[in-house]
């Protein structure tokens, strides 16, 4: 089984950064698109950027254009969310987000996994 485990959370005032970091373990053959989603109280949840395997595209919700950046370590099937400025709006529990081939039987199963998630507060 494959397991994404965020870390990086917390809580920072207006204006302030965090840098989320997902691992993904497991027996693994290759991971596709990794990004991060929020889900904010009351609200659905929402992606908020992903990257391809090679790092080359990356999409972002338009909120966070020129504040997040998204990135990956493949040697390390990690992928990181350093957010910059951030504002209360941003308050929310963050998923990490995995398209992953692994070993079934004699061929491969793709899935998709997600984390158990990490809260990010942005309160004064």
């Known amino acids: 089984q494959v397991q994404l485990v965020e870390s990086g959370g917390g809580s920072v005032q207006p204006g302030g950064s965090l840098r989320l970091s997902c691992a993904a373990s497991?027996?693994?053959?290759?991971?596709?698109?990794m990004g991060w989603y929020r889900q904010a109280p009351g609200k659905q949840r929402e992606l908020v950027a992903t990257?391809?395997?090679?790092?080359?595209?990356?999409e972002y919700v338009e909120s966070v254009k020129g504040r997040f950046t998204i990135s990956r370590d493949n040697a390390k099937n990690t992928v990181y969310l350093q957010m910059n400025g951030l504002k209360p709006e941003d308050t929310a529990v963050y998923y990490c987000?995995?398209?992953?081939?692994?070993?079934?039987?004699?061929?491969?199963?793709?899935?998709?996994?997600w984390g158990r998630g990490t809260q990010v507060t942005v309160s004064s």
């Open positions: 990257t391809t395997s090679g790092g080359r595209i990356t």
């Open positions: 497991g027996i693994i053959f290759s991971i596709y698109v």
């Open positions: 987000y995995a398209d992953v081939s692994t070993p079934e039987g004699r061929g491969r199963l793709r899935a998709d996994y």
